[in-house]
């Protein structure tokens, strides 16, 4: 079992930056690859990256991928996720989770384990 804490969200203007974090326990995080997802209100849940295990391969949205960057210290057994130039449709809940298996998987459904999730809002 893996316990997955997100911290580091908050409300910020256009065109801020914030590090969201994504602090796991129960197991090292080395043997999962990691994921992000957000949501907002009324909305499905959305990939927004994804790193592998050892952190040479990322994978990003579309959405994001000029303004985000995933990175992960297996050590410290967190995830980063940085995110700048945010704008007003960033305004969601932010997902850490986990996942067992070997891919690149942007489904939600693929991942085992979730955080409880961090508020980011943006303000025009």
């Known amino acids: 079992q893996v316990q997955l804490v997100e911290s580091g969200g908050g409300l910020v203007q256009t065109g801020d930056s914030l590090r969201l974090s994504c602090k796991a326990s129960?197991?090292?995080?080395?043997?999962?690859?990691m994921g992000w997802f957000r949501q907002a209100p009324g909305k499905e849940r959305d990939f927004v990256a994804r790193i592998s295990r050892g952190g040479s391969s990322t994978l990003y949205a579309d959405s994001v991928k000029d303004r985000v960057t995933l990175s992960r210290d297996n050590a410290r057994n967190t995830v980063y996720l940085q995110t700048n130039s945010l704008k007003p449709e960033d305004t969601a809940v932010y997902y850490c989770?986990?996942?067992?298996?070997?891919?690149?998987?942007?489904?939600?459904?693929?991942?085992?384990?979730w955080g409880q999730g961090t508020q980011v809002t943006v303000s025009s």
């Open positions: 129960g197991r090292p995080i080395a043997n999962y690859a």
């Open positions: 989770a986990a996942d067992r298996t070997v891919g690149a998987s942007r489904f939600a459904r693929d991942y085992d384990y």
